[in-house]
């Protein structure tokens, strides 16, 4: 190979260093100016806001909902989230009500990691979440940390909270509560992720009164902290059956109280992560509201999906992705017909239409679940995407994708998405800055292999041969 050839082989490398390194370089510097907590004005786009609440230090700490924020209004819809934090700095624990353009209205950040949250039924401005509090000492069977899991009432208004329920389980990362669900006045249904189990609670006596466990279904067992199954949602339906997210079994099941698991109505499969893989937070739609049907955010397979009940089985009837989308964990239809949904490793809240297209979108740091204040436990009363686009049932089990319109770059990116291991990307994001995207990913893997790449070109011109070299220097040694 010539000079010149030589010449336009290194710019070329050079070029792409250049790229790679601007990109990730422009992610840096965009998501720091963003991390200020300053709101910023609604994008030009109609109906859509955008803002980043969760960088650096949580200010204002604003500890009280005025009264005059009902749900709507001036401000908007308000927007409830609770974020996980822990692993990222930049990333805190909070519970925090947003309005409909990202202003804080309430935000509280008593606790190392925030779950679930819901409203509480004939309350306005009351909310009922899940926390968690780590702890290094009083910790049980001399665990060297634990978790105090926590049922927190609190009413947004007053500023004022008591703990309904608690618990200590050992060690961290693996046992912290993900969702409970309100039986009644008196009773709670717990996701025992520590226990792998389901269990009904008293809260005057914590007195356990029902009680599923996840070994009597599935072959083999595990210890507190092995995170054998993950079982990280619990919904109590209308007909008193129990619908339960296995996680790491790719399943939900339906556990009727008296009988056990209605095997027949399981959805997903341990061993086809296509159907669903590693979901949460999969949200219930009877029959009068266009089901029974569920919604799922489908997080390792980064999008959000919708199965219709017929003839018996399910039947994927929605599916949504976007070139941002990555590792969902809470999908609820709204009453309106829109879907509400937290996009973990993509740090952002969005509420998109039947139709795909995108009515508003909050950025904050590694979200966990969401609701909409006055819609619900579970933001409740939505319909079936079947019902919202006038189908009955699924026609011979086909699917609905309402996915923004892409063009050809933003195609191939969504396929770029698929292809690469899912569980490799949200690993690395889920303990990545927050300011880290799926893209900057792909501009680091860029790098790195361009700069191997031109380090390997630039020693085959330079003739030098280094296993001759180790010879040498071994030969040198061993004489």
Not at 114 to 143: I, L
Not at 315 to 340: C, I, V
Not at 356 to 369: A, K, N
């Amino acid at each position: 190979m010539n000079r010149r050839s030589r010449y336009a082989v290194r710019v070329g490398f050079l070029a792409i260093l250049l790229v790679a390194a601007g990109a990730i370089g422009w992610s840096f510097a965009t998501a720091a100016e963003s991390d200020r907590n300053t709101v910023d004005e609604p994008s030009s786009l109609a109906g859509v806001a955008s803002t980043l609440v969760g960088g650096g230090s949580p200010e204002p700490d604003v500890r009280r909902l005025e009264t005059s924020h009902n749900g709507s209004g001036e401000l908007g819809p308000i927007t409830l989230v609770t974020t996980q934090g822990y692993y990222t700095p930049d990333a805190f624990p909070q519970l925090v009500a947003l309005s409909g353009n990202g202003t804080a209205l309430y935000r509280d950040t008593t606790y190392d990691a925030y779950f679930d949250v819901d409203p509480v039924a004939n309350e306005s401005h009351t909310v009922e979440y899940v926390a968690a509090a780590h702890r290094s000492d009083d910790c049980p069977e001399e665990a060297s940390s634990c978790t105090r899991n926590v049922v927190v009432r609190a009413n947004l208004t007053a500023d004022t909270e008591r703990v309904v329920y608690a618990e200590v389980t050992p060690s961290i990362e693996a046992t912290r509560w993900h969702d409970v669900d309100r039986v009644n006045d008196t009773h709670l249904l717990v996701a025992d992720i520590a226990a792998d189990e389901v269990f009904a609670v008293d809260t005057r006596t914590d007195k356990v009164t029902w009680r599923w466990e996840a070994s009597g279904h599935y072959d083999g067992s595990g210890d507190p902290g092995d995170d054998w199954t993950h079982l990280n949602d619990v919904e109590l339906l209308d007909d008193g059956r129990v619908l339960v997210s296995i996680r790491n079994m790719n399943e939900v099941l339906f556990v009727d109280p008296g009988e056990g698991v209605q095997s027949d109505w399981t959805l997903g499969e341990q061993d086809d992560p296509g159907i669903i893989d590693e979901q949460h937070n999969p949200d219930y739609i009877p029959a009068e509201r266009g089901g029974p049907a569920l919604v799922v955010a489908d997080s390792q397979n980064n999008r959000l999906v919708e199965y219709q009940r017929r003839d018996g089985a399910w039947e994927r009837s929605w599916r949504y992705q976007d070139t941002e989308m990555q590792w969902p964990r809470d999908a609820d239809r709204l009453p309106n017909g829109n879907t509400l949904v937290t996009d973990t490793n993509s740090n952002r809240v969005v509420e998109i239409a039947p139709n795909g297209s995108i009515v508003r979108e909050l950025r904050i740091g590694m979200p966990y679940d969401v609701e909409r204040l006055g819609t619900g436990d579970e933001s409740s009363g939505g319909e079936s995407m079947a019902r919202l686009q006038g189908r009955t049932v699924v026609e011979g089990g086909e699917e609905l994708v309402t996915s923004p319109d892409r063009g050809r770059f933003a195609s191939a990116w969504v396929w770029l998405k698929d292809v690469v291991p899912s569980r490799v990307a949200n690993g690395l994001l889920y303990v990545a800055p927050a300011w880290v995207g799926f893209s900057d990913l792909v501009f680091a893997f860029l790098l790195v292999v361009a700069g191997l790449c031109w380090g390997s070109v630039e020693l085959h011109w330079s003739r030098y041969d280094p296993v001759a070299a180790l010879r040498g220097l071994t030969g040198r040694f061993g004489s």
